[in-house]
């Protein structure tokens, strides 16, 4: 399971945003997606939920796990399907 955020790309983002406060820009406060559960995507996409434990454990669809739960982020469902998109 990879995120697709690479460590260079995190940090490029970071020393921007440290940048741009110090100018006295004002930044945005990035809301995080919202967490939907493997069922809860599933149904969004119309989809089995075989299909989604699948492209987690291929690292197509990045998912964390809390407790016996895994929960998959609108905005990793949208860099999928934008992915898969022909």
Request: aromatic share 4%; net charge positive; proline share 5%.
């Amino acid at each position: 399971m990879s995120g697709t955020n690479s460590v260079p790309d995190l940090a490029a983002a970071l020393a921007a945003f440290i940048t741009a406060i110090r100018n006295g820009q004002e930044v945005p406060n990035p809301e995080p997606g919202k967490l939907l559960t493997v069922t809860e995507a599933a149904a969004a996409l119309r989809c089995s939920r075989s299909f989604l434990y699948q492209r987690i454990q291929s690292g197509d669809i990045s998912a964390v796990k809390l407790g016996r739960r895994r929960l998959i982020s609108t905005d990793a469902l949208r860099e999928f399907v934008e992915r898969s998109t022909v």
